[in-house]
């Protein structure tokens, strides 16, 4: 069973890598294997980036939560507050989801006061609080904005300092 499974797998992996779909005429898997003279890509090469892909993750949440927060709340932004959590309403978050930024018209106002038990109010105060969920605070868009010039900006003075700009 072990072993129909494998031959399935290189049969596959045969017809999958065929040169006449990957490679131009004239040319071999064998002609792109590394040389004294030439090195070509692997598929270890991939786990370099990888590795370092989860570091800059790791670097940026650090640097949000250590560094930009304090100082967004140190100019006088509010730390982030949990906003209040609304009542599960699939209806309501049906028609959320399907008008513009929770907007309703008096036609769907209607259809909803039919179908939910609620007052035209009680819609509009959920829809505000729904779309206010949505919203980024000003903590959160301070620390975007300050870690997007940060990272840029080391991007450009490095790029200039390579260069000799």
């Not at 982030?80 to 959590?85: D, E, G, L, Y």
């Amino acid at each position: 069973m072990v072993q129909a499974i494998q031959d399935a797998f290189w049969g596959f992996s045969e017809r999958f890598w065929t040169p006449v779909i990957w490679l131009p005429p004239n040319v071999t898997w064998n002609d792109l294997k590394s040389t004294e003279a030439a090195r070509y890509g692997t598929t270890s090469d991939i786990y370099l980036p990888i590795l370092f892909s989860f570091v800059l993750i790791f670097i940026r949440i650090i640097v949000e939560r250590f560094i930009f927060c304090p100082i967004a709340v140190a100019y006088g932004l509010k730390p982030q507050i949990k906003r209040s959590s609304l009542v599960n309403n699939p209806t309501l978050e049906k028609a959320y989801l399907s008008s513009r930024k929770g907007k309703l018209s008096k036609k769907e106002m209607q259809g909803l006061l039919k179908q939910v038990d609620m007052t035209e109010r009680q819609i509009e105060r959920w829809m505000r609080l729904r779309f206010s969920q949505d919203r980024p605070s000003k903590t959160v868009k301070f620390t975007e904005t300050a870690l997007s010039l940060t990272m840029f900006g080391g991007i450009t003075c490095s790029n200039s300092v390579s260069t000799g700009h």
